[in-house]
């Protein structure tokens, strides 16, 4: 595991515009970490899957203080962007999701945990403020 840093103090604490944590991942290898550093705005996340036969996957948003123990981190969907939940996402078909990541909630380390991955392959994109 890489860990990518969201948060650059040589720019005045300016993130890049996006960061890839997956590109064409498979199995349930957990991907990139992020570390966000001091930042607590919310943020993006873009999923993207191509498929084989019988696909399916479970992704879990999940942040940690030390980078050592982890939890869920509240999403929401863009169509209902106020109502965030902290459940696993099941994907089964070929898709583009873009969820919206909680503003104000203090977790330093960011990352995607794939699991029961069968014949799916994900790129995520993550874009923090």
Known sequence: MATQTAYNPATGGVPPDALTIDNAATGNTSSDIVDRGNMIAGGALQLVTTIGATPTVTVNIQG??????????????????????????????????????????????????????????????????
Do not use: C, H
């Open 64 to 129: 940690s203080f030390d980078g050592t123990n982890w939890f869920n981190v509240p999403y929401a969907l863009v169509a209902t962007p106020r109502t965030f939940v902290i459940t696993a996402i099941t994907i089964t078909t070929a898709v583009t999701n873009n969820y919206v990541l909680q503003e104000g909630i203090p977790y330093r380390f960011f990352k995607i945990v794939r699991s029961a991955n069968t014949n799916v392959t994900m790129t995520s994109k993550v874009w923090l403020r």
